[in-house]
């Protein structure tokens, strides 16, 4: 056990970003729209605005929309025009007379290519995104887009939006197994548009003094708490992070913290030795030492807050938050619950508001970290690829033959590629990188690993902490997820990402930390050139010109063409 005092308090606050005047916490500014499928009953190639026919509930559910205040915009691919099967007045006849039946749009953003123009903003390309956010006047990762196919989904990922899946009889199995959000119609995809949005707010604003906040769990469970920890700093004079020693480095990282005390805890621990008395008597006595006013207990969505919760109310903790699903008697004064697959972030945010506290309007939504140290000299300029093979959980690591294909096709593409892993991976690194890319494996600490992704155009990565680190950085993620925990909750949040890998192998929702099955298959089945596919996707160059016959799908993406609305 160790009681630190870091040198991080409020002066190494995250500063203030895209406030926009805004007067609390708020996830999303705008929701996007999928046209035919989402909004209306799909007619191919309509033209005819007597065959409009809005789908069950949705004018009802566009209202409560923009009765919260949310921006409506509908993004549609529109590939009639390019085969001439009608023109844009026919087009234009047809969205006027969706919004005499649903109600005005505030934009509308149309793609009129074929797959073979090889545009931008096709979907799943990630323009039609981008585009409707700046008509918007906001950011992607501000934004929630609302389709029935996995091009939409494809779409606002790879842009950094959030994704909701409203499935039809045309969608196909693969697109909801690998879909992160799924709601069974549109009304279910507003209301919980809605709740999620109503969860970061608190109902009942607190100040207070010294809070104990918890996470004892593996450095990506404590980045991924960063936002929840942050609202609770906002409104409190002090705050004493209690985490277990695989997430000390990480929250070595964090703002708002001002000190931590280090212990592992044998109801969380996934190795725990047996409990030992006198090793919970030191900790209950290091936490009473605190004075703490009241403590905050994030948790996983599998793991209990309860036997803390019992240690700290013997030490005379008044105030106790926590989520928990069990009875918890007297141990919690705010018992919180979230919805299974809520984004642990998320999750964290909905606590804090519970508990009574908040974002301010100056602090984003998002990961946060303090600002990175200097990269390794030998990763070069910004501007390569970190490939991350390795993980804590063997499930979740790429297959070794796999990451060094990765790395000889990015390289022969013309990426610059950084191979990163802990001391215990120098071997599969070094095997990896081998003579085509920077080795760092088993050089760098959290903190020089969170500074080599920070210069980084993209992190290739399994689900574990880098991606986590990209996510804090703003650095889009090509990921390589193994299905053992949801996407939807685990996956890199509000930054561009694409995902790969079987998202339906027999591994889903197992939590294994061992592959259970021989193979591999949830992530053995990629190729490499689908990992070079999804850097293009993301708008990622190669920094070379390529060393072999080679060429990287998505070159030049011409700009978004945009075709009139409703005619307004």
Known sequence: MRQVEPDQCR???VGARAGRGRSGPRLFDAVLLDRDGTLVEDVPYNGDPEKVRPVSGARAALDAL????????VVTNQSGLAKGLFDEAQMRAVHARVEELLGPFDAWLVCPHDDADGCGCRKPAAGLVHAAARELGTVPRRCVLVGDIGRDVTAALAAGAQAVLVPTPVTRPEEID???WVAPDLPAAVTEILRRQAAVVPREPRRAGTVLVVRSDSAGDVLVTGPGIRAVAAHADRVVLLCGPRGRAAADLLPGVDAIIEHRLPWIDPHPDPVDPDDITTLTTTL???AADEAVIFTSYHQSPLPLALLLRTIGVHRISAISD?????????RHRVPTGVPEPERALSLAAAAGYALPADDEPALRLRPAPAAPSQVGPPGYVVLHP???AQSRGLPPELAAGIVRTLTAAGHRVVVTGGADEAELTAWVAGDDAVDLGGGTGLAELAATVAGAAAVVVGNTGPAHLAAAYGVPVVSLFAPTVPFGQWGPWRVPTVRLGDAAAPCRDTRAARCPVPGH???SRITPREVLDGLALLGVSPARTPTAALTPAGEAAPEVATVGGSGR
Not at 326 to 334: K, N, W
């Open 390 to 392: 390795g993980s804590a």
């Open 326 to 334: 069990d009875y918890p008697g007297a141990l919690l004064d705010v």
């Open 521 to 523: 298959p949830c992530l």
């Open 288 to 290: 009473a030492a605190v």
């Open 11 to 13: 002066s190494a606050r």
């Open 178 to 180: 690998a879909a992160g």
């Open 66 to 73: 923009r009765a919260a205040g949310l921006r409506l915009a």
